[in-house]
């Protein structure tokens, strides 16, 4: 079995990075274990992240910015086909949570006395999911009122999912309501198109 190699460039540390946060929170996580999940010792993390865990942070929530950004966010904004652009919003988003396994980073951060230092980004990324669901719910004809408040609930719905679900150990509790949000989208643009 062969040793795992260390990351050469800031970028191939992201996701052991993440996942360290992930695990251990922002505060739990010490530079010794960011550099056992990464296989840098502290001197490289830091020439990588001369700014320390805060510049680590920012780094992990900027990977996740652009991953919702270009694969959800950008989807729901510029759909043609609504129905198909919330069909993709459920199972990216089931995928990318692992059906429930995964915590949600931001929403974890945002929980914390951490997530102070990190606030703008945090609402930022909540505002824009909920904008970009709305978004492609009023393009399906739905009204802009019920289509914000419905944004709004979905989010909160597939959040508290993944904390249900982590917290009874059942990732069927996450996937069920994950698939009632669907359904509840899909009868609202059904709905407003009839």
């Given amino acids: 079995m062969s040793a795992k190699r260390a990351p050469t460039e800031r970028a191939d540390a992201v996701p052991a990075l993440a996942e360290a946060f992930r695990e251990h929170g922002f505060e739990g996580a010490s530079l010794s274990v960011l550099s056992q999940a990464t296989g840098l010792g502290k001197g490289s993390l830091y ?73 703008v980004r945090i609402r930022s990324y909540f505002a824009r ?38 917290a009874l150990e059942d990732d069927a509790v996450f996937l069920r309501v994950v698939h009632r949000q669907h359904s509840i989208l899909l009868e609202a643009i059904s709905n407003h198109r009839a």
């Fill in 47 to 119: 020439n990588f992240f001369p700014g320390g865990k805060e510049e680590m942070m920012e780094a992990v929530l900027a990977d996740i910015d652009a991953w919702f950004e270009n694969v959800i966010f950008s989807t729901l904004e510029h759909a043609n086909n609504p129905t198909a652009a919330v069909t993709s919003m459920i199972e990216d988003v089931t995928v990318y949570f692992r059906s429930g396994r995964r915590v949600c980073l931001v929403g974890c951060i945002g929980l914390n006395a951490s997530g102070a230092a990190f606030a």
């Fill in 129 to 166: 999911w909920i904008s970009a669901l709305a978004q492609c719910l009023e393009t399906g004809g739905v009204s802009k009122l019920h289509a914000s408040k419905l944004a709004e609930e979905v989010v909160s719905g597939i959040q508290g999912a993944i904390v249900l679900a982590r």
